[in-house]
Each structure stands twice: as structure tokens, then as C-alpha cells.
């Protein structure tokens, strides 16, 4: 509702861009550590699809940035370390490749880890990993996405 907004910006129905790209653009001009994205992976496949991809704005901008839905939590991440902080709310975690291919992907305190692999799209060795002890991510190069999820 407008009532409750702290700030409300109009854009024309007819445009280039998506509603929520825009909004992204918006949150990502407001220089946040973090970003929840709700609602927005449900209804119609091609939004859903385009909502992850754009979630890789966020990535470019160093931002924590995780679109959420009743099953699932996704991230985007580009190559660097990452600390992964178990949710019991989503045991399984799955390692995507989102780029053609990401290298050197290493997984350590999960049930199932991995030391400088190179994971292809369309591989689906590192799906439905589980949590196990302290835990991070690690890879070189491609661009890797972050399913959490739970049945």
C-alpha cells in the first residue's frame, strides 16, 4: 500500500524493463549489505526465470542478495570464499553452475565435499548436498548458484 511506503516511485505500464528490475536497481542505489527478495520465483516461468538472472545485479555490486519462496532460497554468487551458515529450515543445498562452467568449486563441511572441481551446466553432481559442520564455498572463476531447499 502507498499509505504505508516510505518512499513510492511511478513507473509508465510500457517499458523496458521489468518491474522488479527496476526495483533492484532501486535497492541496489541504496548500497545494502543484504536483499530478501519475496514472491517472486511463483506464477508465470518466464519472470521466474528472468528474477534469477537478474539476480546476478546484485553480485556485480557485492550484495547478499537471495530470492525466497516457501521451498527454496537462491543466491547468485561470483568467484571468491564464502561462509554458508546452516539453515535448519532448508536442509539441502545444491551448487549450481549458472555460468558455462565454474572452476576450482570447493565445498567443505558439507556430507558431501568437494576439492577444486569444475562443475558444467547441466551437471548434477553437487545437487541435494546436506549441511554438515562449519561450512564454506569456495571457486575461481563462472558464476555459481545457491539453491537451498527443503520437500
Do not use: C
Request: hydrophobic residues 40%; charged residues 25%; proline residues 3%.
Amino acid at each position: 500500500m502507498k499509505s504505508n511506503a516510505r518512499n513510492v516511485i511511478e513507473f509508465p505500464a510500457i517499458k523496458d524493463e521489468t518491474d522488479l528490475e527496476l526495483a533492484f536497481i532501486e535497492a541496489i542505489n541504496e548500497k545494502p549489505e543484504q536483499v530478501l527478495v519475496f514472491g517472486a520465483t511463483g506464477g508465470r516461468l518466464d519472470h521466474a526465470w528472468i528474477n534469477v538472472q537478474l539476480m546476478k545485479l546484485f553480485s556485480e555490486h557485492h550484495i547478499d542478495a537471495w530470492l525466497i519462496n516457501k521451498q527454496n532460497e537462491m543466491s547468485l554468487k561470483l568467484p571468491g570464499t564464502y561462509d554458508m551458515i546452516q539453515d535448519s529450515l532448508f536442509p539441502y543445498v545444491s551448487f549450481l553452475a549458472y555460468s558455462e562452467k565454474v572452476e576450482n568449486l570447493s565445498l567443505k563441511g558439507f556430507k558431501y565435499p568437494l576439492n577444486e572441481t569444475t562443475i558444467v551446466q547441466g551437471s548434477s553432481l553437487t545437487i541435494s548436498n546436506e549441511w554438515s559442520e562449519k561450512r564454506y564455498l569456495f571457486f575461481t572463476s563462472g558464476i555459481l548458484l545457491v539453491i537451498k531447499s527443503r520437500d
